[in-house]
């Protein structure tokens, strides 16, 4: 639907046993099956020589070899402009910096909402055959305007990227490291002539408007991606940092 916002990334993942080629190769393979024609390209072992070539500063030290594979890349921010735009086409109501503070019912059916204008200080009412609650890590909240005694659905994961200089990385290619200290994937990234190294996944009790990245998640993200790289990035290195909450489901 916006090819104009995607791009082919091929990832590279580094490995440093004997066996970790085979195993991500055999892996990546079935990866393709299920992908058919869909696929944006065959993922392919790499000996040392063609992983340092795709990825020079990559960590030299045990190297051995690496997989790559194939994914897509698009700007989601430019993607919510454009949805955006598109809906106020089609004369949809676009509404921002309002927030819904109740339902209207009517013979126990939800058949619209109170909001508030929280720049004019206004309350208003809205009509409607249908409600969608798409508010991610606030659904509950939502949820208990209709159904009080609701269990909680939504258990938020915070997940952080840290920015740096395009030198970290040095290459077109995003790197996928396999092992981090709590048994999870990281990313190395290439964005708009920076590179953006994530994520992390750390549950939080609250959801924020405004989440904070916690100082150990940025020094978990510092020292796992140091790892896999020659160039190794220090706190003085990072450029920015931004954190997102994820709507997971609740147990």
């Not at 791009?7 to 190769?25: A, E, N, Q």
């Not at 944006?40 to 990559?58: D, F, Q």
């Not at 659904?139 to 938020?156: C, H």
């Amino acid at each position: 639907n916006a090819p104009h916002l995607v791009r082919d990334l091929s990832f590279v993942i580094p490995t440093y046993d004997w066996w970790s080629s085979p195993f991500y190769g055999i892996g990546l393979k079935i990866y393709d099956m299920m992908a058919g024609s869909l696929g944006l390209g065959k993922s392919l072992i790499l000996s040392k020589e063609e992983t340092i070539k795709l990825i020079p500063n990559v960590n030299k030290n045990g190297l051995r070899g690496g997989v790559i594979y194939h994914d897509g890349q698009f700007d989601d921010t430019r993607m919510a402009i454009s949805l955006a735009l598109t809906a106020n086409d089609q004369n949809a109501c676009l509404i921002n910096y309002c927030e819904v503070i109740g339902l209207i019912k009517k013979d126990n059916l939800v058949t619209g909402i109170k909001f508030k204008d929280k720049i004019k200080n206004q309350t208003y009412e809205i009509k409607s055959k249908v409600v969608i609650n798409a508010t991610g890590v606030f659904a509950d909240k939502i949820i208990k305007m209709d159904q009080p005694k609701s269990k909680k659905l939504i258990k938020p994961s915070q997940g952080v990227h840290i920015v740096l200089e395009k030198k970290f990385l040095d290459s077109p290619h995003a790197i996928m490291i396999p092992h981090t200290s709590d048994g999870r994937v990281l990313f190395a990234v290439p964005w708009n002539n920076y590179v953006i190294l994530g994520t992390t996944d750390i549950p939080v009790n609250k959801a924020l408007y405004e989440p904070i990245a916690k100082r150990e998640e940025i020094n978990f993200i510092i020292k796992n991606a140091s790892n896999y790289m020659s160039k190794k990035p220090e706190l003085k290195d990072i450029k920015s940092v931004f954190a997102g909450l994820r709507p997971l489901a609740a147990d």
